[in-house]
């Protein structure tokens, strides 16, 4: 992991970005629909669909924010092309909760479930990755509401979009099913350094049938 590099002096591995993509000044908010008023005593973080033992498993606000803190260091990748350099992600490393609450081996897919039943389906070996992280801060500060507050995930190796905003769980599936964007004309993979924005740039293998 790199270095912790602040916002306005990004490191020159910052300076490389994806194909198409463009640098963005300050830390605009993008997503669709309303943001979703946090109430402490409601919200759990859920895992469910094919886990190893076929239980769920859930944490409440305060049993989450317990779990391990990491940082990850990483690029956020707007398929609208504006990309910010450089934030600095605190939070629970996915692989956390694949330890905590493995998936049953037939597991392939995570589809990540967010407030308004919003969506994003992931290989396993993405959401598995060492810095894919379900962040509560950036630059050590807590998320604002806008930002995904209590908690977003971030892929770092892939577009923006795979990374709901106020994350309320997981579902480990054993076959792939597109998300939210992956219905509306979005990748089913997302690789930005690929430049895959758009499903009609799908090739077979890369995801379901539309
Ligand atoms: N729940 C939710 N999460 C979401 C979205 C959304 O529409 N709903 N949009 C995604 C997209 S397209 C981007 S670019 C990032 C933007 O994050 P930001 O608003 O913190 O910059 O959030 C992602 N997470
Ligand atoms: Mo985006």
């Known amino acids: 992991m790199g270095q912790p590099e602040s916002r306005e002096s990004p490191g020159a591995e910052h300076l490389e970005l994806p194909p198409g993509q463009r640098l963005q000044r300050g830390w ?6 309303p943001v979703p008023k946090f109430k402490p005593d409601r919200w759990e973080f859920r895992v469910f669909g094919a886990t190893a033992d076929g239980d769920k498993h859930c944490w409440n606000h305060e049993e989450f924010t317990a779990l391990p803190f990491e940082s990850v260091v990483a690029d956020l990748h707007c398929v609208t092309k504006f990309s910010m350099p450089g934030a600095e992600w605190g939070g629970v490393l996915a692989r956390e909760i694949l330890a905590l609450a493995p998936p049953s081996p037939q597991v392939t897919h995570v589809m990540v479930w967010a407030e308004y039943g ?15 992280v379900f962040a509560t801060h950036e630059g050590g500060e807590l998320l604002t509401a806008e930002h995904g507050f209590p908690v977003r995930l971030v892929v770092p190796h892939l577009y923006a979009w795979k990374g709901p905003k106020w994350v309320r769980g997981i579902e480990y599936m054993t076959a792939d099913r597109r ?3 992956e219905e509306r004309g979005y990748h089913n993979i997302g690789d930005p350094w690929r430049e895959q924005r758009y499903s009609y740039q799908e090739e077979p293998g890369d995801g379901p049938e539309l």
């Open 118 to 132: 919003f969506s994003s389906n992931l290989r396993l070996a993405d959401f598995a990755s060492d810095r894919t």
């Open 179 to 181: 998300g939210f964007w």
């Open 28 to 33: 605009p908010v993008t997503h669709y629909g």
